[in-house]
Protein backbone atom coordinates (compact mmCIF):
# COMPACT_ATOMS: atom_id res chain seq x y z
CA UNK A 1 0.00 0.00 0.00
CA UNK A 2 2.74 2.28 0.60
CA UNK A 3 4.23 2.01 -2.78
CA UNK A 4 0.81 3.13 -4.07
CA UNK A 5 0.49 6.46 -2.42
CA UNK A 6 4.30 6.50 -3.11
CA UNK A 7 3.20 6.55 -6.78
CA UNK A 8 -0.25 8.50 -6.21
CA UNK A 9 1.69 11.57 -4.82
CA UNK A 10 3.80 10.72 -8.49
CA UNK A 11 1.31 10.99 -10.34
CA UNK A 12 0.11 14.06 -8.72
CA UNK A 13 2.91 15.49 -9.15
CA UNK A 14 3.37 15.03 -12.75
CA UNK A 15 -0.37 16.13 -13.15
CA UNK A 16 0.05 19.71 -11.99
CA UNK A 17 2.94 20.13 -14.35
CA UNK A 18 1.18 18.43 -17.59
CA UNK A 19 -2.29 19.28 -17.62
CA UNK A 20 -3.90 17.12 -20.57
CA UNK A 21 -7.52 18.83 -21.36
CA UNK A 22 -8.33 16.39 -24.14
CA UNK A 23 -7.55 13.41 -22.31
CA UNK A 24 -10.73 13.98 -20.30
CA UNK A 25 -12.87 11.18 -22.02
CA UNK A 26 -15.80 13.36 -21.69
CA UNK A 27 -17.03 16.97 -21.50
CA UNK A 28 -17.80 18.82 -18.20
CA UNK A 29 -20.55 17.95 -16.81
CA UNK A 30 -20.52 14.92 -18.63
CA UNK A 31 -17.78 12.89 -15.87
CA UNK A 32 -17.07 9.27 -16.47
CA UNK A 33 -18.09 7.64 -13.93
CA UNK A 34 -16.28 4.51 -12.51
CA UNK A 35 -17.40 1.92 -10.11
CA UNK A 36 -15.15 0.58 -7.60
CA UNK A 37 -16.05 -2.99 -5.90
CA UNK A 38 -13.81 -3.89 -3.75
CA UNK A 39 -13.62 -4.26 -0.10
CA UNK A 40 -10.28 -3.48 1.40
CA UNK A 41 -10.85 -0.39 2.46
CA UNK A 42 -6.88 1.22 2.04
CA UNK A 43 -7.18 0.08 -1.54
CA UNK A 44 -10.50 1.96 -1.97
CA UNK A 45 -9.10 4.66 -1.16
CA UNK A 46 -6.34 4.59 -3.03
CA UNK A 47 -8.64 3.98 -5.90
CA UNK A 48 -10.73 6.45 -5.26
CA UNK A 49 -8.70 9.43 -4.89
CA UNK A 50 -6.66 8.47 -7.84
CA UNK A 51 -9.65 8.10 -9.75
CA UNK A 52 -11.25 11.64 -8.86
CA UNK A 53 -7.77 12.87 -9.22
CA UNK A 54 -8.11 11.74 -13.10
CA UNK A 55 -11.76 13.37 -13.22
CA UNK A 56 -13.94 10.60 -13.15
CA UNK A 57 -17.19 10.45 -10.83
CA UNK A 58 -16.53 7.40 -8.31
CA UNK A 59 -18.95 5.17 -6.79
CA UNK A 60 -18.12 2.47 -4.45
CA UNK A 61 -19.54 -0.63 -2.76
CA UNK A 62 -17.71 -2.60 -0.80
CA UNK A 63 -19.34 -6.12 -1.14
CA UNK A 64 -20.26 -8.35 -4.62
CA UNK A 65 -23.74 -7.85 -4.26
CA UNK A 66 -24.07 -4.40 -3.64
CA UNK A 67 -21.69 -4.04 -6.42
CA UNK A 68 -23.86 -5.85 -8.80
CA UNK A 69 -26.64 -3.76 -8.03
CA UNK A 70 -24.67 -0.91 -8.68
CA UNK A 71 -23.55 -1.75 -11.67
CA UNK A 72 -26.74 -2.79 -12.95
CA UNK A 73 -28.41 0.90 -11.77
CA UNK A 74 -25.65 3.74 -11.49
CA UNK A 75 -24.67 2.64 -15.25
CA UNK A 76 -20.93 3.36 -14.88
CA UNK A 77 -18.88 3.83 -17.81
CA UNK A 78 -15.88 1.22 -16.53
CA UNK A 79 -16.22 -1.30 -13.53
CA UNK A 80 -13.02 -2.05 -11.24
CA UNK A 81 -13.43 -5.26 -9.62
CA UNK A 82 -11.56 -7.00 -7.11
CA UNK A 83 -12.20 -11.24 -7.67
CA UNK A 84 -11.50 -11.56 -3.32
CA UNK A 85 -15.23 -9.79 -1.90
CA UNK A 86 -17.79 -10.75 0.49
CA UNK A 87 -21.32 -12.05 -0.43
CA UNK A 88 -20.47 -12.64 -4.06
CA UNK A 89 -17.09 -12.87 -5.74
CA UNK A 90 -15.96 -10.44 -8.54
CA UNK A 91 -16.07 -13.28 -10.91
CA UNK A 92 -19.74 -14.19 -10.29
CA UNK A 93 -20.60 -10.26 -10.46
CA UNK A 94 -18.67 -10.16 -13.66
CA UNK A 95 -20.55 -13.41 -15.27
CA UNK A 96 -23.89 -12.40 -13.83
CA UNK A 97 -23.65 -8.84 -15.18
CA UNK A 98 -22.68 -10.22 -18.61
CA UNK A 99 -25.56 -13.09 -18.65
CA UNK A 100 -27.74 -9.80 -18.39
CA UNK A 101 -26.96 -7.94 -20.96
CA UNK A 102 -24.50 -5.51 -19.49
CA UNK A 103 -21.43 -4.87 -21.81
CA UNK A 104 -19.34 -2.32 -19.23
CA UNK A 105 -16.16 -2.66 -19.52
CA UNK A 106 -14.74 -3.97 -16.61
CA UNK A 107 -10.90 -4.42 -15.14
CA UNK A 108 -10.26 -7.24 -12.85
CA UNK A 109 -8.45 -7.12 -9.33
CA UNK A 110 -6.22 -10.14 -8.94
CA UNK A 111 -4.54 -11.30 -6.22
CA UNK A 112 -0.48 -12.64 -7.46
CA UNK A 113 -0.52 -16.50 -7.22
CA UNK A 114 -4.30 -16.25 -8.20
CA UNK A 115 -3.37 -17.45 -11.92
CA UNK A 116 -6.72 -19.09 -12.41
CA UNK A 117 -8.76 -15.97 -11.86
CA UNK A 118 -6.96 -14.09 -14.69
CA UNK A 119 -8.11 -16.81 -16.49
CA UNK A 120 -11.55 -17.47 -15.28
CA UNK A 121 -12.07 -13.65 -14.91
CA UNK A 122 -10.98 -13.15 -19.44
CA UNK A 123 -13.39 -16.06 -19.94
CA UNK A 124 -16.34 -14.48 -17.48
CA UNK A 125 -16.52 -11.96 -19.67
CA UNK A 126 -13.74 -8.93 -18.04
CA UNK A 127 -11.60 -7.58 -20.48
CA UNK A 128 -8.54 -6.77 -18.74
CA UNK A 129 -7.10 -7.31 -15.45
CA UNK A 130 -4.23 -6.06 -13.26
CA UNK A 131 -2.45 -8.10 -10.74
CA UNK A 132 -1.72 -6.47 -6.94
CA UNK A 133 0.16 -5.00 -5.71
CA UNK A 134 0.00 -2.86 -9.12
CA UNK A 135 0.49 1.04 -9.75
CA UNK A 136 -1.81 3.04 -9.90
CA UNK A 137 0.26 4.13 -12.94
CA UNK A 138 -0.67 0.91 -14.89
CA UNK A 139 -4.05 0.61 -13.77
CA UNK A 140 -4.96 4.66 -14.84
CA UNK A 141 -3.12 3.25 -18.26
CA UNK A 142 -5.50 0.32 -18.63
CA UNK A 143 -8.68 2.07 -17.38
CA UNK A 144 -8.00 4.58 -20.49
CA UNK A 145 -7.21 2.38 -22.40
CA UNK A 146 -10.44 0.44 -22.04
CA UNK A 147 -12.40 4.02 -22.03
CA UNK A 148 -10.61 3.89 -25.40
CA UNK A 149 -11.96 0.94 -26.60
CA UNK A 150 -14.98 1.21 -25.49
CA UNK A 151 -16.18 5.22 -26.97
CA UNK A 152 -14.13 4.77 -30.16
CA UNK A 153 -13.74 1.25 -32.04
CA UNK A 154 -10.48 2.65 -34.22
CA UNK A 155 -10.57 0.84 -37.77
CA UNK A 156 -7.39 -0.42 -38.17
CA UNK A 157 -5.69 0.37 -41.26
CA UNK A 158 -2.91 -1.81 -43.51
CA UNK A 159 -1.78 0.72 -45.34
CA UNK A 160 -1.47 4.39 -45.68
CA UNK A 161 0.26 6.74 -47.70
CA UNK A 162 0.76 10.41 -47.95
CA UNK A 163 2.75 12.78 -49.83
CA UNK A 164 5.78 10.97 -51.40
CA UNK A 165 5.46 8.24 -48.29
CA UNK A 166 4.06 4.62 -48.53
CA UNK A 167 3.32 2.66 -45.63
CA UNK A 168 2.51 -0.84 -45.24
CA UNK A 169 1.78 -1.61 -41.41
CA UNK A 170 1.38 -5.02 -42.30
CA UNK A 171 4.85 -5.87 -44.19
CA UNK A 172 6.42 -3.11 -42.05
CA UNK A 173 8.05 -1.64 -45.31
CA UNK A 174 7.86 2.01 -45.75
CA UNK A 175 8.75 3.63 -49.16
CA UNK A 176 9.68 7.54 -49.93
CA UNK A 177 9.58 8.73 -53.36
CA UNK A 178 9.89 5.38 -54.40
CA UNK A 179 12.96 4.25 -52.36
CA UNK A 180 13.32 2.11 -49.65
CA UNK A 181 12.74 4.08 -45.93
CA UNK A 182 13.99 2.90 -43.40
CA UNK A 183 11.96 2.87 -40.21
CA UNK A 184 12.38 1.55 -36.53
CA UNK A 185 9.71 -1.07 -35.44
CA UNK A 186 8.75 1.59 -33.04
CA UNK A 187 8.56 4.43 -35.50
CA UNK A 188 6.01 2.20 -37.28
CA UNK A 189 3.97 1.99 -34.45
CA UNK A 190 3.64 5.80 -33.36
CA UNK A 191 2.90 6.70 -37.42
CA UNK A 192 0.28 3.47 -37.04
CA UNK A 193 -0.82 4.69 -34.09
CA UNK A 194 -0.96 8.49 -35.21
CA UNK A 195 -2.37 7.66 -38.38
CA UNK A 196 -5.05 5.44 -36.91
CA UNK A 197 -6.17 9.13 -34.80
CA UNK A 198 -5.24 11.11 -37.63
CA UNK A 199 -7.12 14.39 -37.58
CA UNK A 200 -7.19 14.09 -33.44
CA UNK A 201 -4.84 15.39 -31.05
CA UNK A 202 -2.80 12.14 -28.97
CA UNK A 203 -1.72 13.01 -26.16
CA UNK A 204 2.13 11.46 -25.84
CA UNK A 205 0.54 9.76 -22.44
CA UNK A 206 -1.76 8.21 -24.80
CA UNK A 207 1.76 6.92 -27.21
CA UNK A 208 3.26 5.97 -23.82
CA UNK A 209 0.57 3.89 -22.99
CA UNK A 210 -0.14 2.79 -26.50
CA UNK A 211 3.04 2.39 -28.02
CA UNK A 212 5.63 1.33 -25.23
CA UNK A 213 3.12 -0.33 -23.00
CA UNK A 214 2.28 -0.08 -19.41
CA UNK A 215 4.94 -1.80 -18.09
CA UNK A 216 8.13 -0.08 -19.02
CA UNK A 217 8.67 3.85 -17.82
CA UNK A 218 9.96 5.74 -19.89
CA UNK A 219 9.68 9.75 -19.90
CA UNK A 220 7.54 11.96 -21.90
CA UNK A 221 10.79 13.35 -23.73
CA UNK A 222 11.41 10.17 -25.17
CA UNK A 223 8.36 10.19 -27.16
CA UNK A 224 9.39 13.84 -28.31
CA UNK A 225 12.64 12.37 -29.22
CA UNK A 226 11.33 10.14 -31.55
CA UNK A 227 9.02 12.06 -32.92
CA UNK A 228 12.04 13.88 -33.99
CA UNK A 229 13.37 11.42 -35.71
CA UNK A 230 10.18 10.22 -37.69
CA UNK A 231 9.82 13.80 -38.73
CA UNK A 232 13.87 13.90 -40.34
CA UNK A 233 12.96 10.59 -41.97
CA UNK A 234 9.04 11.62 -43.33
CA UNK A 235 8.44 15.53 -43.51
CA UNK A 236 9.38 17.43 -46.37
CA UNK A 237 10.80 19.73 -43.91
CA UNK A 238 11.70 18.74 -40.79
CA UNK A 239 12.41 22.52 -39.32
CA UNK A 240 8.48 23.03 -40.54
CA UNK A 241 6.68 19.79 -40.36
CA UNK A 242 3.23 19.06 -42.53
CA UNK A 243 2.19 15.83 -41.16
CA UNK A 244 3.24 15.62 -37.68
CA UNK A 245 2.23 18.75 -35.95
CA UNK A 246 3.37 19.36 -32.22
CA UNK A 247 0.19 20.48 -30.00
CA UNK A 248 1.36 22.89 -27.80
CA UNK A 249 1.68 21.49 -24.44
CA UNK A 250 -0.67 18.43 -25.13
CA UNK A 251 1.23 15.94 -27.69
CA UNK A 252 0.55 15.44 -31.75
CA UNK A 253 -1.50 15.51 -34.56
CA UNK A 254 -1.12 13.08 -37.71
CA UNK A 255 -2.18 15.23 -41.06
CA UNK A 256 -2.22 14.49 -44.51
CA1 LIG B 1 -10.83 -8.05 -1.65
Redesign the pocket.
Known amino acids: MGALLNLRNRIRRRATTERRPDSEPRERGNLVKVLII???PN?VLGLKDSCEYEGYEVSVARDGKKGLEKASTEKPDIIIL????PSMSGLDVCRTLRTRGIETPILM?TARGEEMDKVVGLEVGADDYVTKPFSIKELLARVRALLRRATKQVADIESFDFSDVELNFKKYTARRGGQALDLSAREFEILHYLIRHRGETVTREQLLDEVWGYDSTPITRTVDNHIARLRQKIEPDPSEPQHIITVHRIGYRFIE
Open positions: EDEMDVMLL
